[in-house]
């Protein structure tokens, strides 16, 4: 019998390429999404890459009573994926109660059902925020959880701290918080990826976006950082490399291979690249130059900071394999089939 999982947030960008992996290893997947940062014509997307739908249920998980309901009519759950989360850093710091309410309250509700329908295992969404500014780099699992730096990162790290205390309690539940960094890309198909609505907040939508003339200019926030060429780092990694992150998390759990029952994992590729690497690697690799404009630094960006994935390499039997010209790559496919673009 095929194993149901759930994925909260899965028509979002990460959300919908775990769904992918996830059926392609036969798992039935299950989706909740309230449709706030996503469009429904993900599932197409999906369908079309997998020949299968996911089942999908449009559902605000700060709402109790309906969570509740939905949990009752899918009791039969094999384990929790949870993405579903507002991601925004400066939005965060401009509105921080949106963010804890929506952040906090929806892991809750989750949690809740997880124990009273006794659901095992759960894999959380989590962030390299969780660091707030690093003293050393790459960074460990083991390095100290700072203060965090906006809001967004704050709810992460309290989130992992709710999952601990409730494990605690629910010697039935097992976690593990994937701790990632920078996704970028989409599928090499070019039927799913990055699709945030309204201005976007990560670099490459940016990029992309620029290059397909949605956007006049790009904005490189600050370039008098502490670093080569002044421009933030950061350790991208391609979505479809994070996506697989998650199918080894979820076999570890299911295939009972866990050294305790609350485990975190960074999921980077352990390199980091400045916003201007970024973009000249976007220019070389598309042939397509970009406007952009130096402004100022915004408030809760972390200077540089990359991952030590060796715990990752080595317990869950995953490592990044796609490069940053791969992504980019793919991102611009994207965006070209997105937009019907011919270039």
């Known amino acids: 019998m095929n194993k149901k999982i759930l994925i909260t947030g899965g028509t979002g960008y990460i959300g919908s390429h775990t769904a992918v992996e996830l059926i392609g290893q036969g798992y039935e997947v299950f989706i909740i999404d309230n449709l706030s940062n996503s469009k429904i014509s993900v599932l ?28 009752e009519h899918h009791s039969d759950l094999n384990a929790i994926i949870h993405f579903a989360a507002l991601k925004a850093v400066g939005e965060s710091v401009d509105n921080p109660l949106h963010y804890y309410r929506n952040n906090l309250l929806s892991l809750i509700h989750i949690l809740q ?25 790459p960074i460990k699992e083991t390095a100290p959880i700072k203060p965090a730096n906006s809001p967004y990162g704050n709810t992460k790290q309290i989130s992992e701290e709710i999952i601990s205390d409730t494990i605690k309690v629910a010697p039935a539940l097992h976690a593990i918080s994937l701790r990632y960094f920078n996704p970028i890309g989409a599928h090499p198909s070019g039927l799913i990826g ?48 994070l996506a697989k992150a998650h199918l080894a998390a979820l076999n570890r759990l299911i295939n009972h291979e866990q050294q305790q029952p609350d485990e975190m994992f960074n999921i980077g590729t352990g390199k980091g690249y400045s916003v201007m690497e970024i973009i000249h690697a976007f220019e070389k690799v598309t042939g397509q130059k970009l406007k952009y404009q130096i402004v100022a630094r915004r408030k809760g960006d972390i200077e540089k900071v990359w991952a030590d994935t060796s ?33």
Request: with cysteine; glycine share 6%.
């Open 44 to 71: 197409q997307g999906i369908k079309e890459i997998t020949s299968k739908e996911p089942s999908f249920t449009n559902l605000d998980l700060t709402d109790e009573t309906s969570v509740k309901n939905y949990f």
């Open 113 to 137: 059902n997880m124990i009273n329908f006794n659901i095992p295992y759960f894999v959380f969404s989590s962030s390299c925020t969780v660091y707030g500014e690093p003293d050393s780099l």
């Open 194 to 241: 990055e699709l945030p609505l309204g201005i976007p907040n990560n670099l490459v939508p940016f990029i992309t976006q620029t290059a397909a003339g949605i956007r006049d200019v790009l904005h490189v926030f600050g370039d008098d950082y502490n670093t080569p060429d002044g421009t933030c780092i950061r350790d991208y990694i391609h979505v479809v490399d």
């Open 311 to 343: 715990k990752a390499n080595e317990q869950l039997h995953w490592k990044a394999s796609l490069s940053i010209e791969d992504a980019l790559c793919d991102a611009w496919n994207w965006e070209k089939h997105y937009r019907g673009i011919k270039i």
